[in-house]
């Protein structure tokens, strides 16, 4: 009887490591989502407003972690919007890109959570063309399997610039790269947390 108490509970404890191994592999939709929010984290800090009214590098912040009356002004004015990023400068402003038809809108909160203006060019530099993955430069599927060893390449875009960025993962994670237009790796870019939320009303 122990001895079956003994192997049951062991069973058990493969039964829960195996499930949470799987819940932790990144499904396709999770590295979209990671590649855009990318996207517009780096659009929302080179945006030319971002630069104008806003002091040092932008940090990510948790969706559920904004102020109210953020949260608020976003859903009286873009219902339904999704949130691809939230990040906060060294003043406490606030800078929050969002995606609600098809558009993508970034905007600017001061201090105090108060609106001050939409970001300039977030639409366009946000947005990422799709590449197949049989299209990418050699050069880029080769720095992958020579630096990223057990990772495949899921997804790929350019955005406006003509920079690549690369969704890859392996059995437990994912990454999001960037590649400058003629192939040449740029960086590992911050993903930022809890994207693709919706904010509801």
Known sequence: MKKSLILLTALCG?????????????????????????????????????????????????????????????????????IKFAGKDEKGQTIVGLELNSVRTGLLFDANGVFVQKLERFGEKSKLTKVEVTALPASITTYITANYAGFTIKRAGTNTDGNYIIGIKNDTDHKVLRFDATGKFTEEMAIPPHTGQKKKR
């Open 14 to 82: 493969l039964f829960l490591a195996s499930c949470q191994q799987q819940d932790a592999i990144p499904s396709d939709d999770e590295i979209l989502n990671s590649m855009e929010a990318s996207s517009a984290r780096s659009a929302a800090s080179s945006d030319t407003i971002t630069k104008q009214k806003c002091k040092g590098k932008l940090t990510s912040v948790e969706i559920t972690s904004l102020a109210a009356s953020i949260t608020t002004y976003i859903n009286t004015n873009y219902a339904g919007a999704t």
